[in-house]
């Protein structure tokens, strides 16, 4: 009997060993390990999440898509152990301008970073890039490589209410364009796009 108790007692020590383990595991899955925010897998997870939650809601989903200017230059002059450095507080601002359950700051890849901003309209997701700029000016990260002579990021804002008719690519699509309008404008700055008009706004 003592040893059955015992039993009993280690198999459950086992299995809850077995949960923490594999909640780190998928823990260790979806953070991005130099950034220590979201990676791309938990960011397409969590897109088509929000898709369909705020298709059902028929609300806004807003996307921003941004990217450090004149990344390669900066690696290329400070090394990449300073690029990483810059990566890694770059991220944390974004992770600090957002502060909703359903938020989302993650890493897309390379120099460029992603924010979820669900049941958000434009103005709302404006907002949220101005935090980032400010965020990004108080860093102060010299950069002489660059015409700014610090680190500044491009910003490319959408937002569209999804249906059925459309996918969440569409959104990734529309604020890829806006991101690079705004890099053609001179960089450090924002461009939106309205998905369902389908058309540039500034």
Same mark, same amino acid.
């Given at each position: 009997?003592?040893?059955?108790?015992?039993?009993?007692?280690?198999?459950?020590?086992?299995?809850?060993?077995?949960?923490?383990?594999?909640?780190?595991? =998928?823990?260790?899955?979806?953070?991005?390990?130099?950034?220590?925010?979201? /990676?791309?897998?938990?960011?397409?997870?969590?897109?088509?999440?929000?898709?369909?939650?705020?298709?059902?809601?028929?609300?806004?989903?807003?996307?921003?898509?941004?990217?450090?200017?004149?990344?390669? *230059?900066?690696?290329?002059?400070?090394?990449? %152990?300073?690029?990483?450095?810059?990566?890694?507080?770059?991220?944390?601002?974004? /992770?600090?301008?957002?502060?909703?359950?359903?938020? !989302?700051?993650?890493?897309?890849?390379?120099?460029?970073?992603?924010?979820?901003?669900?049941?958000?309209?434009?103005?709302?997701?404006?907002?949220?890039?101005? =935090?980032?700029?400010?965020?990004?000016?108080?860093?102060?990260?010299?950069? =002489?490589?660059?015409?700014?002579?610090?680190?500044?990021?491009?910003?490319?804002?959408?937002?569209?209410? *999804? @249906?059925?008719?459309?996918?969440?690519?569409? !959104?990734?699509?529309?604020?890829?364009?806006?991101?690079?309008?705004?890099?053609? %404008?001179?960089?450090? @700055?924002?461009?939106?796009?309205?998905? @369902?008009?389908?058309?540039? @706004?500034?």
């Amino acid at each position: 009997m003592i040893q059955q108790f015992h039993l009993q007692q280690q198999q459950t020590l086992i299995y809850k060993q077995l949960e923490a383990a594999n909640r780190q595991l =998928k823990y260790l899955a979806s953070i991005d390990g130099l950034t220590q925010i979201a /990676n791309r897998r938990q960011f397409d997870e969590q897109l088509e999440h929000e898709w369909r939650r705020m298709m059902r809601q028929q609300t806004p989903l807003s996307l921003i898509l941004c990217d450090i200017d004149f990344f390669k *230059p900066y690696n290329d002059t400070y090394g990449h %152990q300073a690029g990483d450095v810059c990566l890694q507080q770059v991220a944390a601002a974004l /992770n600090r301008s957002i502060n909703r359950a359903g938020d !989302l700051a993650a890493r897309y890849g390379g120099e460029e970073f992603v924010v979820i901003l669900p049941d958000t309209e434009l103005e709302g997701a404006v907002h949220i890039v101005k =935090k980032i700029q400010a965020r990004i000016q108080a860093l102060a990260i010299v950069h =002489k490589s660059s015409p700014h002579h610090c680190i500044t990021l491009s910003f490319g804002i959408t937002t569209v209410i *999804p @249906t059925q008719e459309s996918l969440p690519e569409t !959104l990734i699509t529309a604020a890829d364009a806006a991101l690079y309008q705004a890099k053609d %404008q001179g960089r450090n @700055t924002f461009c939106t796009k309205i998905n @369902t008009i389908n058309e540039f @706004t500034r």
